[in-house]
C-alpha cells in the first residue's frame, strides 16, 4: 500500500487531511472512497493507519485508527556529503539515499565542483530537492523525510563530521579495499563523494586529518552520482542495516 506524507498542520489527535496533488491521486487514481483504509507518515518515524472520511479532488478526511513508530528506519545515522554535480544528477542522488534510507545528505563545495550562482537558485534548488525525497519517501515506503541541508564547503563538512565514529571518503586514486568490520565506537556514519572530476590529493589528506580514511570502489571508474549510490549501499551492508555483520 502506498503511505502518504502528512504535514505536521493536518495532523490531529484522531484525524487527518490531505490536500493538493495527493489528495488528487487518491481520487481520481487510486479511487479511494469512504470507508477505505490509508496508510500515512508523520515524515519523522512515525507511520499512522487511517479510515477515510470524505474524499475529493480538492481534499482528503481521514479518521486515524493506529499510531506505531515505524519498522522501516535505518539504527544507522549516515550522512552522505557529494560534491555538487551538474543539472539533474544531483536530482538522481536525493531520489536513490532516500529509498536507501540515508539520514541526512549534506551536498557542498570542493576544488572541482558545479557552484550554483546566488542564494536565490540555491534556495530554489533545495526547494526541488525536498519536493523530489518527499515523492520518493512515498514511493519506498519510508516514514522519515531525508534531511537537506544547505549546501557547504568543504571545510564545513569537515567539522561536521566530528561526532562521526566512522568516516568514508571515497576516491578513486585510492587502493585501498572496503571490506570486512568496520569498527566504530557508535552508529554515526558519514560518506564524502567527490565531484565529477574527483577529490583532489590535497583535500583528501585534509580530510584524513579529520579522521576520514580514503577507500576505492573498485577498478572502474564510476559516475559520481553512481559512486553515491554505491557507497552507500556498501556501508548500510557492513555496518549492519542490510543483513551484514
Known amino acids: 500500500m502506498q503511505k502518504f ?6 495532523l490531529g489527535p484522531k ?3 490531505i490536500h493538493g496533488q495527493d489528495a488528487k491521486h487518491i481520487y481520481k487514481v487510486l479511487r479511494l472512497k469512504p470507508k477505505d483504509t490509508i496508510s500515512m507518515t508523520d515524515g519523522h518515524g512515525t507511520d499512522f493507519t487511517g479510515c477515510i472520511n470524505k474524499a475529493a479532488a480538492e481534499y482528503v478526511e481521514i479518521s486515524i485508527l493506529s499510531e506505531k513508530k515505524s519498522l522501516t528506519e535505518s539504527p544507522l545515522d549516515l550522512t552522505l556529503c557529494t560534491a555538487m554535480l551538474k543539472y539533474n544528477k544531483m536530482d538522481e542522488v536525493i531520489k536513490q539515499i532516500t529509498q536507501l534510507g540515508v539520514t541526512r545528505w549534506i551536498p557542498f563545495y570542493c576544488k572541482r565542483a558545479i557552484p550554483l550562482s546566488g542564494q536565490k537558485r540555491e534556495k530554489k534548488q533545495i526547494q526541488r530537492w525536498q519536493t523530489i525525497a518527499r515523492e520518493s519517501l512515498k514511493q519506498c515506503g519510508r516514514s522519515r523525510l531525508v534531511d537537506i541541508i544547505p549546501p557547504m564547503d568543504f571545510q564545513q563538512v569537515l567539522a561536521f563530521s566530528k561526532g562521526c565514529s566512522h568516516k568514508f571518503a571515497f576516491w578513486e586514486t585510492s587502493d585501498r579495499p572496503l ?25 583528501i589528506r585534509h580530510a584524513v586529518e579529520f579522521g576520514f580514511t580514503s577507500y576505492s570502489l573498485g577498478p572502474r571508474i564510476l559516475r559520481a552520482e553512481t559512486a553515491a549510490v554505491c557507497a552507500c549501499g556498501l556501508i548500510q551492508y557492513l555496518l549492519g542495516d542490510m543483513g551484514g555483520r
Request: hydrophobic residues 40%.
Open 179 to 203: 571490506a570486512g568490520s568496520v569498527p566504530g565506537e557508535n552508529s554515526k556514519a558519514v560518506i564524502l563523494i567527490g565531484p565529477e572530476g574527483g577529490f583532489e590529493e590535497e583535500e
Open 15 to 17: 484525524k487527518a487531511v
Open 5 to 10: 506524507l502528512i504535514n505536521k498542520e493536518a
